[in-house]
């Protein structure tokens, strides 16, 4: 509760700071973002957290933010924003549709949204799959309907209906793959709308927090972590620890890093340039982490105390652990704490770990050892194993390939 709580105290200043001019950025361009980014995840904090509004310290803090969100939400500028932009209404729409669902209504505006909606250029925007999913949760809340067959043809095309490249794929795969998953579970107040069975995908999800493990990507790692509390999937042993090493993290830094903030930029500002420079390159990982505390602060869906599973025996964790880097990541201390058997109950994920940064060095002869070691000890089911052996494969083909190529033609 008290991370949860964190998270909307820092909301609040992020408003204070963001909410009018967004945050520019000319040192590191790629960190600027415009007011209506810093608005829109504030209303989808406040809305997540609103699931645990029993809460009296939670409630208190969402109705406050709530207020400071109204005029900004409903702002002249996203009024005429909305009236300019049919196709893309939706998009600035979204923070007054979820202070709706919250119980804070705006007739005139729901009017001009309406009259967007049934506009002739409203689909008139390109989208990718997983961003036509955003806009049908959003008509979902307009309309309290919960999703039905018209949601299938994008989540049929989405990275959540097609195994993510855990190994070259793009970080934004990553974040396509959590925002679907907020969608389809409408931050846990929905029954799961899967394109997939719930345990294909989370699987998915526990190779993909190996990778975040190794990049030191808490950020994207907090936002796979809800696949669980928002599902209502019992938390699995990968899981549980990942939450555990983001938790011990935030005690010690005081704010889940998200690898933007720079230690000496920081230390050489003062003043407002200094507050500014810390809220808008923290803040968004500081409401990651706030949102999947609030996921898993519902009934049931905290993960387990203890790290379980089916384990193996300790000279199998032993071996894998030759095999690992250990000087990357900040997960080997908490591991370290661990029992032996919660630390064999972790085997396939240290297995995962193994092939993740053998191919980040492009050491396929380890990965090839690896699974071979994996295979005898029936830790290679994860789908991660699975691509390092097609990668392997496409390996030798490739190199089949090359030595065809450099051969003499013959006649």
């Known amino acids: 509760m008290a991370r949860l709580c964190r998270a909307l105290d ?65 702002s002249q500028r996203t009024l005429l924003n909305i009236a300019l932009h049919p196709a893309i209404s939706l998009d600035f729409a979204v923070p007054h549709v979820l202070l709706t669902k919250l119980g804070y209504v705006d007739t005139s505006f729901d009017e001009l949204l309406n009259s967007c909606i049934n506009s002739q250029v409203r689909n008139g925007h390109e989208r990718p799959p997983f961003a036509s999913v955003e806009q049908r949760w959003i008509v979902s809340l307009c309309t309290d309907t919960e999703p039905n067959r018209d949601w299938r043809p994008d989540l049929k095309n989405s990275v959540l209906n097609h195994p993510m490249d855990m190994l070259g794929g793009d970080r934004a795969d990553g974040y396509a793959f959590t925002h679907l998953m907020m969608y389809c579970t409408n931050f846990g107040f929905w029954t799961s709308f899967l394109p997939r069975s719930r345990s294909v995908i989370l699987a998915e999800a526990r190779s993909l927090l190996a990778r975040c493990l190794d990049d030191e990507d808490y950020d994207l790692g907090a936002e796979v972590l809800m696949g669980w509390p928002l599902s209502g999937a019992r938390w699995c042993a990968s899981s549980a620890f990942v939450f555990r090493v983001l938790t011990s993290i935030e005690d010690q830094v005081g704010v889940l890093p998200a690898g933007t903030t720079k230690t000496d930029r920081l230390s050489r500002l003062e003043g407002k340039e200094r507050t500014q420079y810390a809220f808008g390159t923290a803040y968004h990982t500081a409401y990651v982490m ?98 390092a052996a097609e990668l392997l494969e496409r390996l030798a083909l490739c190199s089949h390939a090359i030595s065809a190529a450099a051969s003499p033609t013959q006649n």
């Open 10 to 74: 820092v909301a609040k200043g992020a408003l204070e700071l963001f909410a009018v001019e967004g945050y520019a950025d000319a040192e590191s361009p790629q960190n600027s973002f415009r007011p209506e980014k810093a608005i829109a995840e504030t209303a989808m904090l406040i809305y997540a957290a609103s699931g645990v509004n029993g809460i009296p310290d939670v409630a208190d803090r969402v109705a406050e933010l709530a207020l400071l969100l109204l005029p900004h939400a409903r």
């Open 290 to 387: 706030g949102m999947l505390c609030a996921a898993s602060l519902r009934p049931g869906r905290a993960p387990s105390v203890r790290i379980s599973g089916p384990g193996v025996e300790k000279a199998v964790v032993d071996h894998l652990l030759l095999f690992l880097d250990t000087d990357q990541g900040h997960w080997q201390p908490e591991f370290a704490k661990l029992t032996e058997p919660e630390q064999r109950a972790l085997a396939p994920l240290l297995l995962d770990i193994a092939i993740v940064q053998k191919c980040r060095k492009h050491d396929y002869q380890a990965v090839a050892d690896l699974l071979v070691a994996g295979n005898e000890y029936g830790l290679t089911g994860s789908p991660l194993c699975g691509q």
